[in-house]
């Protein structure tokens, strides 16, 4: 099995920064990614807070390496990443009370997050960027299955509106 490391995901910005940036669009999209990592931290967090049992320390440890390797690429394309304490999230009430309420709310934040990756896989034109994009969304659909059974054969790409629009549900 090979697993993207540190050191790969830095010959892999480094590679990107020899003489190809980004385009604008990339960037944008890389910003959203960027917010639904951050949202998925924050989440996870108060599910390990609340309790809930299940593997969420393994997946909020996944998100935070998603957060990591990106804000690497957006830092080496010259770009600022947002960080935890840029964002005021919100959820609905009552989202943390039981396991049942929690799976309800992960299953809609995985699914947002998976389908802003699949999203990106399909718009995005640089590399490494599109790579790790690609890597992240079969790691996001493994956070799914956490909280639901297999749903579809083809999960929904968002677009950078679509993500954008569903994303701004838990920011305030």
């Not at 005021?88 to 709310?105: H, I, K, N, Q, W």
């Not at 947002?112 to 994009?133: F, K, N, T």
């Not at 790409?157 to 549900?169: E, K, M, P």
């Amino acid at each position: 099995m090979q697993t993207l490391t540190r050191a790969g995901l830095l010959r892999l910005g480094a590679a990107a920064t020899l003489g190809v940036v980004p385009p604008d669009s990339d960037l944008a999209y890389a910003r959203v990614l960027i917010a639904t990592e951050l949202l998925a931290d924050d989440f996870y967090s108060h599910a390990i807070e609340a309790g809930v049992p299940g593997p969420l320390h393994e997946a909020r440890a996944n998100e935070r390496a998603h957060y990591k390797g990106l804000a690497l690429l957006m830092n080496e394309a010259g770009q600022v990443p947002a960080q935890a304490g840029d964002i005021d999230f919100t959820y609905p009430p009552g989202a943390f009370e039981s396991p049942a309420s929690v799976r309800t709310l992960g299953a809609t934040l995985e699914t947002l997050q998976l389908g802003a990756y699949l999203g990106a896989a399909d718009a995005l034109m640089s590399e490494p960027l599109r790579g790790i994009v690609a890597r992240i969304a079969a790691n996001e659909a493994q956070h799914l299955t956490m909280f639901e059974a297999f749903r579809s054969s083809f999960p929904v790409a968002l677009t950078i509106q679509q993500a954008s629009d569903a994303l701004s549900r838990y920011t305030s």
